[in-house]
């Protein structure tokens, strides 16, 4: 297109005929106002994209992390050094940085952990890519040799990685404990971590094989100190709404028979959506009479059945509340969903719609029952529940964002020792893997020739920035301890990584900085895949937003909603 100085010229005008001679009418394919950039300039754009994300969570890596205080557009504060949390509230609107986010979630998905790994590593590999691709190097040259590098890193790790034996249930104990703790090490609870890892791998050890994350609750309680929380095996929650007459309830009951309903249990249930007319007091009277004696017929139906505590999903009214005392039932209405779920999961039973038949098969049991004050709060616990194995975790500490972030690190250590269990292979963290795998490809890619060598050679290097940001954050001098964990892994020293509290290096084996492999394996195969993806797009496409208000064919443009575009 011509520039509108040139237009403006004498000059201008007649050049603009003669091409206008020359050239057929153009094709005009997509809508006004779309924007479209292709080509090499656009890659080098996706990949700076990639490095302000990376840059957003690069601080929170490791033990040393510092912590991002988010507030979204409500005012809510979210304090957090969990990578897919932090990217989640951070709304990316830029198409190729959204590949960054999506590796970062599927990372918490899978594993749990290593969510600022995977992105760091994706945006590193593709720094390292940069000048290659600015020399014009062919992005699907770089894909195949990335590929390559993936599969030969993955299966040094599968080949180095440290099994352990799970016959000796201490030791295996002992191992998920270490897991546990390195996950949490970097996490606002570090200080607590021997307290916490021990309570996490209690919780996952009481659950069945199938280990399902919905049988481990967590509820926090404000106040309190950090090492106050407890785990309680069986259903915990807080106690619901009550209405005048649930104090003269009992508290406490052994063996009880466990009612779980859908079922509201108050007067006004009865009249809904009915008209009645009537001529008399009687009659009128009749109709009530008739609501209290339905209301009556299923309490009655329900202290028949045996049970002596009712949970309902639906309210529970004061007539209701009333009648369950004077017999000495308790009773707790509006409970949430899933706790009622979790309820009969543990203790058996079934949640019944109707009490028409409220036999000892559809009633759940457990050993104890009993409503404890925890800090300001009341709760309903149910222990030794024969049925599922279910644990409850009660979170307590001061401000509500740091229980918040309590949360989202046991979150993380919970699936960490999850896949721990499952993959009984173990690696050292703190860099330690990161390096070895660096040398291990820096050797291989001696041996062959070609572009390849230089592209695997950068995936070495990109390898690097686990171990040079943990550096960074701790405030350490990079260059020198990269330097020295070389010299180290070149003379055979595997399990060499970052020592975070003597500024050096250290086996981190022998200080039992742990993770399960998996974690690892699934880390470099994400950012690799990001990293493959970004580089083979080479055109990007925006649609303009249509307008509501503008006529069709784009005529009213701009005065409606549509965003305006830069051209």
């Known amino acids: ?114 969510t600022t790994s995977v992105t760091l590593l994706a945006a590193e590999f593709l720094k390292q890519l940069k000048s290659y691709v600015e020399e014009g190097l062919h992005p699907q040259t770089i894909i195949r040799a990335f590929r390559t590098a993936t599969n030969l890193a993955v299966g040094k790790i599968k080949e180095i990685a440290v099994s352990v034996k799970k016959d000796d249930k201490q030791e295996q104990r002992e191992l998920l404990e270490k897991c546990a703790a390195t996950a949490l090490n970097s996490k606002l609870i570090a200080g607590q971590k021997e307290f916490f890892s021990k309570m996490v791998v209690d919780a996952v050890m009481s659950l069945e094989e199938l280990m399902s994350l919905k049988m481990i609750g967590i509820k926090k309680v404000q106040g309190g100190a950090l090492e106050e929380s407890q785990l309680v095996s069986g259903v915990a929650f807080k106690k619901t709404f009550s209405y005048a007459g649930f104090e003269m309830q009992p508290k406490r009951y052994e063996n009880p028979k466990i009612a779980l309903l859908n079922v509201e249990l108050e007067l006004k249930a009865e009249k809904d959506n009915a008209e009645v007319r009537v001529k008399s007091v009687e009659d009128y009277q009749a109709i009530v009479d008739a609501e209290w004696n ?14 002596k505590v009712v949970l309902s999903k639906l309210p529970i009214g004061d007539v209701a509340t009333q009648f369950f005392a004077d017999r000495d039932l308790f009773c707790a209405g509006r409970v949430q969903e899933e706790d009622l779920k979790r309820t009969m999961m543990a203790c058996g039973g079934s949640i019944q719609t109707s009490v028409g038949a409220m036999t000892d098969d559809v009633l759940g049991q457990c050993e104890l029952f009993e409503e404890v004050q925890v800090g300001g709060e009341r709760y309903n616990f149910f222990k030794g529940c024969p049925k599922a194995k279910t644990c409850t975790i009660i979170l307590r500490g001061g401000a509500e964002q740091f229980t918040e972030e309590t949360e989202r690190s046991l979150h993380d250590a919970i699936m960490i020792v999850r896949r721990a269990i499952k993959n009984d292979s173990v690696v050292a963290g703190g860099g330690a893997i990161e390096m070895e795998l660096s040398k291990y490809l820096r050797d291989y890619s001696r041996t062959i020739p070609g572009k390849q060598q230089l592209l695997i050679g950068a995936y070495a290097k990109a390898l690097e920035i686990i171990p040079r940001q943990l550096c960074d954050n701790a405030g350490f001098d990079a260059t020198n301890i990269l330097n020295k964990l ?3 892994h070149a003379q055979g020293g595997m399990w060499y990584g970052v020592d975070i509290n003597n500024e050096d290096i250290a086996d981190n084996f022998v200080a039992c900085v742990w993770e399960p492999s998996i974690v690892r394996i699934n880390a470099l195969t994400a950012a690799s895949e990001a990293a493959c993806l970004i580089l083979s797009v080479d055109e990007t496409i925006k649609n303009p937003r249509s307008t509501v208000d503008g006529p069709p064919g784009g005529a009213g443009r701009g005065r409606g909603r549509g965003r305006p575009h830069a051209h």
């Open 486 to 488: 070389r010299a180290k």
């Open 294 to 307: 339905i209301l009556y017929d299923k309490l009655e139906k329900i202290y028949k059945s045996g049970a």
């Open 1 to 114: 297109m011509l520039s509108k100085s040139i237009l403006g010229s004498d000059a201008g005008g007649k050049l603009l005929e003669r091409t206008a001679k020359m050239m057929p009418t153009p094709v005009i394919l997509l809508k006004e106002g779309t924007d479209t950039s292709q080509g090499i300039p656009q890659l080098i754009s996706n990949i700076n994209a990639c490095q302000v994300i990376s840059e957003a969570v690069r601080t929170t890596l490791g033990p040393r992390g510092m912590d991002k205080l988010m507030v979204d557009s409500r005012g809510k504060a979210t304090i957090s050094n969990d990578g897919a949390t932090i990217l989640k509230l951070l709304d990316v609107v830029h198409p190729a940085a959204k590949t960054l986010v999506d590796i970062a979630r599927s990372q918490d998905a899978e594993v749990g952990d290593g």
